[in-house]
C-alpha cells in the first residue's frame, strides 16, 4: 500500500476539541477537521458537545454516507483500535478515517 501524505490515518488525538473549547458557551462553534470515511469527504471532531459525554461527530459532505452510517452522526461509544481505524457502536462497526489535509472546496 503507497503512503498517502495528504491523507494520512487520522487518531482519536487528531480529532479532539482543543481543551478551551466550551459548548456551553453562547455561540459556541466546534473546530470542525476535514477527512475522508471510507473515501467520502466529511468532517469531524471528538469532544463534548454540550450533552456532557465526550462523542465523536462526524458529517458527511454532499455524499451519500459510507454503509451503516447517517449523514450526521454522533456517538460515545466508539474508539481508534488503530491509526485510521474507528470502531463504533456494539456490533463492530469500523471505517478507515484518514485526514483530509486538502479539503475540498467548501469544506
Same mark, same amino acid.
Given at each position: 500500500?503507497?503512503?498517502?501524505?495528504?491523507?494520512?490515518?487520522?487518531? =482519536?488525538?487528531?480529532?479532539?476539541? /482543543? &481543551? $478551551?473549547?466550551?459548548?456551553?458557551?453562547?455561540?459556541?462553534?466546534?473546530?470542525?477537521? !476535514?477527512?475522508?470515511?471510507?473515501?467520502?469527504?466529511?468532517?469531524?471532531?471528538?469532544?463534548?458537545?454540550?450533552?456532557?459525554?465526550?462523542?465523536?461527530?462526524? =458529517?458527511?459532505?454532499?455524499?451519500? /454516507? &459510507? $454503509?451503516?452510517?447517517?449523514?450526521?452522526?454522533?456517538?460515545?461509544?466508539?474508539?481508534? !483500535?488503530?491509526?485510521?481505524?474507528?470502531?463504533?457502536?456494539?456490533?463492530?462497526?469500523?471505517?478507515?478515517?484518514?485526514?483530509?489535509?486538502?479539503?475540498?472546496?467548501?469544506?
Amino acid at each position: 500500500m503507497s503512503q498517502d501524505l495528504n491523507n494520512p490515518p487520522a487518531t =482519536e488525538a487528531d480529532l479532539r476539541l /482543543p &481543551p $478551551e473549547s466550551n459548548a456551553h458557551a453562547p455561540g459556541w462553534t466546534p473546530r470542525w477537521v !476535514p477527512i475522508l470515511i471510507d473515501g467520502i469527504h466529511a468532517r469531524a471532531f471528538v469532544g463534548n458537545d454540550g450533552a456532557w459525554s465526550e462523542v465523536i461527530r462526524i =458529517e458527511v459532505e454532499g455524499a451519500s /454516507p &459510507p $454503509e451503516g452510517m447517517p449523514l450526521s452522526f454522533r456517538t460515545k461509544h466508539f474508539h481508534f !483500535p488503530e491509526p485510521g481505524r474507528l470502531a463504533w457502536g456494539h456490533n463492530g462497526q469500523e471505517h478507515e478515517v484518514r485526514l483530509a489535509l486538502n479539503p475540498t472546496s467548501g469544506s
